[in-house]
């Protein structure tokens, strides 16, 4: 019997996994390919996560932009993680790797029995489901449409996307709205095209149609670039065909050949946070799984980081006590009080970011990108920051024009 059973081989499963070990707990990871590779490329902002090791890091631009319809420098430092070397860090030996999939879990007072797909059964006495959006053991993936973030993305070498932007090899892009001149033919290669105009009078490309997308440029470290075409959140999310077309009228109006290997993207932004009915208490959701994605980006990965010690220490200092003890010690670490509260504020600003139209989206983000950084800072990575994520979302409200405003309102 394990103390700790981690359903979920993904970053943050690891994460976990080797955070109980390193607590003193016998813990066991399950996933149906616990060794594969980690193919998404990911990125953190480098105040969230200072003891990174550098094995772990592929990439630190020296600069950082977004542009709404201008051009900001973001003063923070930006990471592109090593994915080999962060598997490396986060890894255990001491950790039992049980290659399954798990369908089901039973409850009771000494501790919870895990079902496999063949049949296996598996004991622990706290149970983590890290199994992403399927949430396979607290509550499962939710009916009905939700609100996605999707991209479509192409690595290709820096010097040719330096027609996107100068030194594309040590210079990260976080989003890019401004409109781009569409190459001839339409989504098809037609000529048909979807342009509809623009605030200003101007036709917007057959790039950002009827449903906006921005640009996102990411240096790999090794002479290679992502450029990638994304759709910050739209319930249901745009699918990744139309936003490959999107990505190569971009490529093509800056004269760069749209051919390398791609990465697509698609992340459930509104996932509710995890249920407490008979049964689930004594599940831990973790990563993804417990409501760690933050609407407005997309990100979870860095949180999940973080929070592994936190949850970790908290089960071994409650194990004494019983496995539901422990599980609900887990609990409490995850959603204190103040990360209950700004949970609801990101749900209300995804709301209303659902809404913007193409015009609004370019517009609300040069309002962001000129706020200060520890304003920044708060509003993407404090997760438990209340008065920072209000001071932000409140100086957003109070400098927006009176559309803008109302659609900030919700």
């Known amino acids: 019997m394990s103390d700790v059973l981690v359903a979920g081989g993904g970053p943050a499963g690891w994460a976990l996994a080797g955070a109980c070990v390193r607590r003193g707990l016998a813990t066991t990871l399950v996933d149906p390919a616990p060794h594969r590779p980690w193919r998404h490329t990911y990125g953190a902002w480098s105040d969230e996560l200072p003891g990174l090791p550098p094995e772990a890091i592929a990439a630190a631009p020296s600069t950082t932009l977004a542009y709404g319809t201008r051009e900001h420098h973001i003063d923070r430092g930006y990471l592109v993680l090593a994915n080999d070397g ?86 990260a892009v976080f989003m890019d709205w401004r409109e781009h001149p569409a190459s001839p033919g339409g989504p098809d290669g037609s000529g048909a095209g979807n342009d509809e105009p623009g605030r200003s009078g101007r036709r917007r490309s057959g790039v950002a149609g009827r449903t906006a997308s921005f640009c996102y440029l990411l240096p790999l470290g090794d002479g290679s670039v992502l450029v990638e075409e994304t759709s910050l959140a739209r319930r249901p999310g745009v699918p990744a065909a139309e936003l490959a077309g999107r990505l190569r009228r971009r490529l ?94 990101r749900q209300h600003g995804l709301r209303a970011l659902l809404g913007m139209s193409a015009d609004q989206l370019p517009e609300f983000f040069d309002l962001f990108f000129t706020l200060g950084p520890a304003t920044q800072r708060a509003f993407t990575s404090g997760r438990t920051d209340l008065p920072g994520t209000a001071a932000a979302m409140g100086a957003l409200f109070h400098t927006a024009r009176p559309a803008l405003r109302r659609r900030l309102l919700g």
């Open 86 to 171: 962060l598997r490396a860090w986060l890894a255990s030996t001491q950790v039992a790797v049980v290659t399954g999939k798990v369908t089901s879990a039973d409850h009771g007072p000494h501790g919870s029995t895990v079902l496999l797909a063949d049949g296996r059964r598996l004991a622990a006495a706290v149970v983590v489901d890290a199994s992403g959006a399927t949430r396979t053991l607290s509550g499962g993936t939710p009916r009905g449409p939700r609100a996605e973030q999707t991209a479509y993305g192409l690595i290709l070498p820096a010097e040719v996307t330096n027609r996107l932007v100068p030194d594309a090899a040590d210079t």
């Open 252 to 345: 093509a109006a800056a004269g760069v050949r749209a051919q390398g290997r791609d990465e697509r993207v698609r992340i459930v932004l509104d996932l509710p946070l995890p249920g407490r009915g008979p049964g689930r208490g004594r599940v831990v959701p973790f990563g993804v799984a417990a409501g760690f994605v933050h609407p407005a980006t997309g990100y979870s990965l860095a949180t999940a980081l973080r929070l592994a010690p936190v949850v970790a220490g908290a089960v071994a200092e409650a194990f004494e006590a019983g496995p539901a003890a422990a599980s609900v010690a887990a609990h409490r670490a995850l959603w204190t009080v103040e990360a209950r509260a700004v949970h609801a504020l």
